[in-house]
């Protein structure tokens, strides 16, 4: 459990020092004053945690100094921390099984998000817990991806499904579910194309996939992910409004977010969306993704220990 922080803790802790690295000791033992509060604030919008959110966090480090004029950062900390997890509540999910295998997954998203990756991270993490998995490339749109996948899967022994680019990817999808009920797989990871998400053409060919997949399975995909680019902050809301919209999201994998400074965007995606958080992608390797805890988050924002500033 200790290692699983710890890579939270790694994986974010850009945001942590946009929050805490200009202000050194605010997390210490040193008492707040108007000027720790104002630049907190501050930092708090650079993070991108938004405007409910950061208001809320003020205001009651604010209403408590009111009250106790020796309130001290680590104080402080706990109230973001307290109000992070009442905003967090219900964000989590995991990946169910479906009463009839196998579970399909399917991963949605915009070029460049990570999609690809995490589909292969994904069938990995199952790997590890047991499961028996097949991975379908279905983006056939864009000849790398499949490339892409294919290098993954067979670094990470992972079963896949593929075709020629320019190939139906609802007849791909289709002979992936086929595949994997015949061989008795227990999840099917589908990856799809990531053009842009206001493409109608796009939207079509992910409602082919989903009619095709309901054919054999009236409840599946059992669930639909958005895989969402941290380093994008608040920008990805209107991505994951879309595909929800057009396709019906059971929630979202953030990605990148060692590599931004602006991981309170998922607080606003779930603010705004009510979707639940699947996995967080906290570095390149396949151990990197990890499943969403809003304790492992909220205690890498606001850590219980003191954070120091940066020389």
């Known amino acids: 459990m200790f290692g699983l922080y710890r890579k939270f803790t790694e994986g974010l802790s850009r945001t942590t020092k946009q929050l805490f690295g200009s202000i050194g000791g605010l997390l210490g033992g040193r008492k707040l004053d108007a ?14 945690f938004g405007v409910e959110t950061t208001e ?3 205001s009651e480090i ?20 307290a109000v992070l997890r009442r905003v967090l509540a219900g ?17 949605l998203g915009v070029n460049g998000s990570g999609k690809t990756t ?15 998995v097949l991975v379908a490339a279905c983006d056939t749109f864009r000849a790398a991806a499949n490339e892409q996948l294919k290098t993954w899967c067979d670094r990470l022994g992972l079963e896949i499904i593929s075709s020629q680019r320019g190939a139906d990817a609802a007849a791909v999808a289709f002979d992936a579910w086929q595949a994997a009920r015949s061989r008795g797989k227990d999840y099917l990871i589908i990856d799809t194309a990531g053009r842009l998400h206001n493409k109608a053409n796009l939207m079509q060919e992910l409602a082919k996939i989903r009619r095709v997949l309901r054919k054999q399975d009236p409840s599946a995909p059992h669930h639909s992910i958005l895989v969402a ?6 920008n990805s809301i209107e991505q994951a409004r879309v595909f929800n919209k057009e396709f019906g999201l059971s929630g979202l994998a953030v990605t990148k977010l060692d590599g931004t400074s602006r ?11 009510q979707l639940p958080v699947y996995f967080l992608g906290l570095g390149e390797k396949a151990e990197d993704l990890q499943p969403y805890s809003v304790d492992h988050y909220v205690d890498a924002i606001f850590p219980a220990e003191p954070v120091r500033a940066e020389s």
């Not at 000027?35 to 991108?48: K, T």
């Not at 604010?62 to 921390?81: D, M």
């Not at 680019?229 to 608040?234: E, N, Q, V, Y």
Request: net charge negative; aromatic share 4%; charged share 30%.
């Open 229 to 234: 680019d941290g380093s994008l902050g608040s």
């Open 56 to 58: 809320e966090i003020i």
């Open 118 to 132: 995490t589909a292969a991270k994904i069938g990995y993490k199952l790997k590890e817990d047991g499961k028996e």
């Open 263 to 273: 991981g309170g965007a998922l607080v606003g995606i779930y603010r705004e969306l």
């Open 91 to 107: 964000s989590e999910k995991g990946l169910s099984e479906a009463e009839c295998s196998p579970t399909v997954v399917i991963l």
């Open 35 to 48: 000027s720790s509060i104002e630049n907190l604030e501050e930092a708090l919008y650079g993070a991108d």
């Open 62 to 81: 604010q209403e408590a100094f009111k009250k106790e004029k020796e309130l001290r950062g680590q104080e402080a900390s706990a109230i973001g921390g």
